[in-house]
């Protein structure tokens, strides 16, 4: 079983609709969560970063973690075109590396 | 620019060749990270840096791998006598103590 285990979709939604992403991980010693944006053949960009167990809100994205059952999810809103991508959730127990998913491929049509 | 930048952006070799990496980080970042990705699937860590010191390598990196950074500032990434094995996407992150970590647009290598 994989540290971290995440749907690698694809996922098609229509313009303006919710999105909803999510992972699972195994290891409870995790406590910083991160979501990254990986176009093609770019290096991941960095979305949200959240500490511990809460809710985290930036423009768009909201990301949630939920340590107690070991679920983090990112929610995008008003989905664009634009946002079409490959979505990473990351995650590590003291800031060194980081464990990441296979990434969920997302398609927004206009 | 103030990025993570790195070099080459591509690299093509025959096996059995050795390559080199650069990775220049953001300036105020004394954590410098190296990752492998191969298509799709997350990036892997391989090894990480504080300032000039070599803090932690992943099973992963095997005897073939080197990672330098010797003043702290840019770091190498050599890989010696190239496998198929080999052919990824080498990326390099770079963090300041606050733990965020910050990608460059990666070294793609494909071992012929």
């Known amino acids: 079983q994989k540290e971290v285990e995440q749907d690698p979709g694809p996922l098609s939604v229509p313009e303006g609709a919710i999105v909803s992403l999510n992972c699972t991980y195994s290891n409870s010693a995790f406590q910083y969560f991160m979501w990254y944006r990986q176009y093609s053949r770019k290096g991941p960009e960095l979305l949200m970063y959240?500490?511990?167990?809460g809710n985290k809100e930036d423009g768009r994205f909201t990301a949630q973690v939920d340590k107690s059952s070991k679920y983090i999810s990112l929610f995008i809103r008003d989905s664009q075109p634009s946002d079409s991508a490959t979505y990473l959730c990351?995650?590590?127990?003291?800031?060194?590396?980081?464990?990441f998913g296979a990434g969920t491929r997302l398609t927004v049509k206009p | 620019d103030t990025g993570v930048s790195q070099n080459p952006r591509h690299k093509i070799t025959k096996r059995g060749q050795n390559v080199t990496f650069r990775c220049d980080p953001i300036s105020e970042h004394n954590r410098l990270y190296w990752y492998r990705q191969t298509l799709g699937q997350g990036p892997e860590f391989l090894t990480y840096f504080q300032n000039e010191a070599q803090l932690e390598k992943s099973r992963l990196l095997s005897d073939r791998f080197s990672a330098e950074r010797p003043k702290g500032s840019f770091s190498t990434l050599e890989i010696q006598r190239t496998e198929q094995g080999d052919s990824a996407m080498y990326l390099c992150?770079?963090?300041?103590?606050?733990?965020?970590?910050?990608f460059g647009p990666g070294t793609r290598l494909t071992v012929l």
């Open positions: 992150a770079s963090s300041p103590w606050t733990g965020e970590q910050f």
């Open positions: 990351a995650m590590n127990r003291n800031n060194n590396d980081m464990r």
């Open positions: 959240t500490y511990s167990s």
